[in-house]
């Protein structure tokens, strides 16, 4: 069975950061690019960033560029996304999704998704 558990999220006051966490189990994840969505509450899910299976190629939404940074730790499975800068507008869950099968940007075309963690700006 296919798994992506997110971790750490919290609550957190507006300028400072967090480390979020994405676990995979079940396959590999290692060919495939991996991403961050988020969704806050009454808005629509919305891309964060994204990065290829080797790391060399990474997007990012004009809304986080210069605060977040996505890596990936191939050996583990794992994605993470560092929030530097918070601000409450970045309050939402966070989701990690993986294998894409079309634009890396939109959420629909990927095929596994976790379950989500919470992250809240606020002070």
């Known amino acids: 069975q296919v798994q992506l558990v997110e971790s750490g999220g919290k609550l957190v006051q507006p300028g400072g950061s967090l480390r979020l966490s994405c676990v995979a189990s079940?396959?590999?994840?290692?060919?495939?690019?991996m991403a961050w969505f988020r969704q806050a509450p009454g808005e629509e899910r919305e891309f964060v960033a994204v990065?290829?299976?080797?790391?060399?190629?990474?997007f990012y939404a004009d809304s986080v560029k210069g605060r977040f940074t996505i890596s990936r730790d191939n050996a583990k499975n794992t994605v993470y996304l560092q929030m530097n800068s918070l601000k409450p507008e970045d309050t939402a869950v966070y989701y990690c999704?993986?294998?894409?099968?079309?634009?890396?940007?939109?959420?629909?075309?990927?095929?596994?998704w976790g379950q989500g963690t919470q992250v809240t700006v606020t002070s």
């Open positions: 999704a993986a294998d894409p099968d079309g634009s890396w940007s939109a959420g629909e075309w990927y095929a596994y």
């Open positions: 079940g396959r590999t994840f290692s060919s495939v690019p």
């Open positions: 990065i290829s299976w080797s790391g060399s190629t990474i």
